[in-house]
């Protein structure tokens, strides 16, 4: 047996044994990189990622230009990495549909703080409520930096009555880690709240996420 593919099989089998508790980060994004170069030796990318982003996370959730960087490391490894990425993010979502998941702004915080804390771009989901505050659904709304020109409260307006819902709360993060909203953010708000109005559909809060805090424009009083 190629010695390479003997070394993949027992880190598999490793896996198999003890679940990801048992495999060190490397040879977590190791398997990962198997997706897209099934027949080569993935050792040494794994552990130059983990070098270079520091964490499972970073690698994860690391630009793709970046990612690239590595030597060995191209758009088929990309595309494994991307998927897993938003596999594990509609899981998340799936999970909790239909689960009542607004009483305080740290139940948002809680259940989105993972996927969108410390990324490097912004990205502004909505989710949209049923009258007893369970969640219907979570639609990313956008992936970019954050003003006027790039949400459309209008497709929040759409979204919402497709999906009839009857209220939505916003959420966006900052890629600095600091939460406090810019003017451009309070402006988007209040767009969104007006329109959001003209249906009968109340906008609960907008949070924003940083490193290990956030901002509530409710809990400010901002809405």
């Given at each position: 047996m190629d010695s390479r593919l003997?070394?993949?099989?027992?880190?598999?089998?490793?896996?198999?044994?003890?679940?990801?508790?048992?495999?060190?980060?490397?040879?977590?994004v190791e398997l990962l990189l198997t997706l897209g170069t099934p027949?080569?030796?993935?050792?040494?990318?794994?552990?130059?990622?983990?070098?270079?982003?520091?964490?499972?996370?970073?690698?994860?959730d690391g630009d793709e230009d970046e990612l690239q960087e590595i030597d060995g490391?191209?758009?088929?490894?990309?595309?494994?990495?991307?998927f897993v990425r938003e596999m594990a993010e509609r899981y998340l979502e799936d999970r909790i549909v239909k689960e009542e998941i607004y009483r305080t702004p740290q139940d948002v915080v809680d259940y989105l703080y993972v996927s969108m804390r410390g990324l490097k771009r912004e990205i502004f989901k909505t989710l949209f409520l049923d009258v007893k505050n369970r969640l219907i659904a979570v639609e990313r709304m956008f992936k970019g930096t954050v003003s006027s020109s790039a949400v459309y409260p209008r497709d929040i307006v759409k979204s919402?009555?497709?999906?009839?819902?009857?209220?939505?709360?916003?959420?966006?993060?900052?890629?600095?880690?600091?939460?406090?909203p810019s003017s451009e953010d309070k402006r988007i708000t209040k767009d969104v709240v007006n329109a959001l109005k003209a249906v009968d559909i109340r906008v609960l809060d907008h949070i924003i996420i940083g490193d290990n805090r956030y901002f509530s424009f409710a809990s400010e009083k901002l809405l």
């Open positions: 003997g070394h993949r099989e027992r880190l598999r089998e490793k896996f198999m044994k003890s679940g990801l508790k048992g495999l060190h980060d490397y040879e977590v027949r080569k030796d993935c050792k040494e990318q794994a552990k130059a990622l983990i070098k270079k982003f520091k964490t499972l996370r970073g690698v994860i490391i191209g758009p088929k490894n990309i595309f494994g990495m991307s919402a009555i497709k999906k009839d819902a009857s209220s939505v709360i916003l959420v966006h993060n900052h890629p600095s880690g600091d939460p406090t």
